[in-house]
């Protein structure tokens, strides 16, 4: 091996070092956002079922006053 394939052999080595730290931060943001997204989706669940027992006491009161 001369020292122009050395050179070119640690070029290369640098641009995947690089590539792999660029794709190491992007996975560490999508898994930011799926931890998100998990820590809130219960919440959210919950959320949507206040909303509809809210809008079922609501409707209910409504079917009653009709009724009188």
């Known amino acids: 091996m001369n ?8 070029e290369c080595i640098e641009d995947i070092k ?6 190491n931060k992007m996975l560490r943001q ?3 956002v799926i ?3 998990l820590a809130n989706h219960q919440r959210e669940n919950e959320d949507d079922f206040s909303r ?3 809008a079922n006491i609501i409707s209910s009161s ?3 006053n009709r009724r009188r």
Do not use: A, K, M, Q
Request: aromatic share 12%.
């Open 3 to 10: 020292r122009r394939d050395e050179e070119y052999l640690f």
């Open 18 to 23: 690089s590539e792999v730290h660029e794709n």
């Open 30 to 32: 999508i898994c930011g």
């Open 35 to 37: 931890n998100t997204y």
């Open 52 to 54: 509809n027992v809210l």
């Open 62 to 64: 409504l079917e009653l």
